[in-house]
Nanobody, 120 residues
Framework: QVHLVESGGGLVQAGGSLRLSCAASGNIFSINSMGWYRQAPGKQRELVAT???????SYADSVKGRFTISRDNAKNTEYLQMNSLKPEDTAVYYC??????????????WGQGTQVTVSS
């Protein structure tokens, strides 16, 4: 079993910054792709950013140049640095990790979500 625990959400004014963290634990031999998604009220969950085990990153157009995804493989942790936040970034942010367990099991796991609210 794999658990993802997120932290770092909160309330911030427009133009401000927040840093989200997501720590993975449990039956983990390796973590392949990691990512952040978000879901605003009344909207579908959308991809924000992803990072491969080798460090290659991709971003939604709406956050390019403002958000940075990173990971610490030794700590099984990923981060999302969010700068120049806008009210439209308000959402529940979810981390995702695609893992391989010690027995070769492949899994796709989600965190519990953390609220990010940006006031205008």
């Amino acid at each position: 079993q794999v658990h993802l625990v997120e932290s770092g959400g909160g309330l911030v004014q427009a133009g401000g910054s927040l840093r989200l963290s997501c720590a993975a634990s449990g039956n983990i031999f390796s973590i392949n792709s990691m990512g952040w998604y978000r879901q605003a009220p009344g909207k579908q969950r959308e991809l924000v950013a992803t990072i491969t085990s080798g460090g290659s990153t991709s971003y939604a157009d709406s956050v390019k140049g403002r958000f940075t995804i990173s990971r610490d493989n030794a700590k099984n942790t990923e981060y999302l640095q969010m700068n120049s936040l806008k009210p439209e970034d308000t959402a529940v942010y979810y981390c995702n990790a695609q893992t391989t367990g010690w027995g070769g099991e492949r899994g796709d796991h989600w965190g519990q979500g953390t609220q990010v609210t940006v006031s205008s």
